[in-house]
């Protein structure tokens, strides 16, 4: 049993030890990639407008500009890890947002055809905004600089 165990809490201690390590992989990854989807939007307003507008949304304008923006300074805000929860929590939105008008038949889809639901384009951002909101920017970020700062 004492082998055992000493496994397991070497397992456990690898694994938290590999926490601040993915974290910051999906921080790069993803904040690069909302990034990339904001400055899209950016260069193309007119279509992002008639899109939103399309869909029903209030003040198409309004919001696609708010979105385009959103993602591209949100991407660049995680990506370095600075305001890494608070960005998280309105990509959190955005993507449940997105879910609602853009993809409804694949969240409605959720729990009968899982696979249209995770096929979905806003799934992987979602689930990468839902990591950082969860669990925190990681060691590797301003945000954790910060924090141990403070509490010096």
């Known amino acids: 049993m004492p082998l055992i165990r000493k496994l397991y809490e070497l397992l456990i201690a690898s ?10 992989a999906v921080r790069l990854y993803w904040g690069w990639q909302f990034i990339q989807t904001g400055w899209g939007k950016l260069g193309d307003m007119n279509k992002v407008v008639g899109f939103f507008t399309s869909l029903g949304i209030p003040f198409p304008a309004l919001n696609a500009y708010f979105v385009a923006g959103l993602e591209f300074a949100g991407g660049a805000l995680l990506l370095v890890g600075l305001g ?5 929590l ?10 609602v008008t853009a993809d409804r038949e694949a969240l409605l889809s959720i729990l009968s055809s ?7 384009a806003p799934y992987t951002f979602l689930f990468a905004s839902l ?22």
């Open 15 to 24: 694994g938290n030890s590999l926490q601040s390590v993915l974290l910051l």
């Open 84 to 88: 890494s929860r608070l960005i998280a």
């Open 90 to 99: 309105l990509f959190t939105a955005d993507m449940l947002v997105a879910y």
């Open 114 to 120: 899982p696979d249209k639901f995770y096929a979905a």
């Open 131 to 152: 990591l950082v909101l969860v669990f925190g920017p990681g060691r590797f970020s301003i945000d954790y600089l910060i924090g141990r700062r403070l509490k010096a």
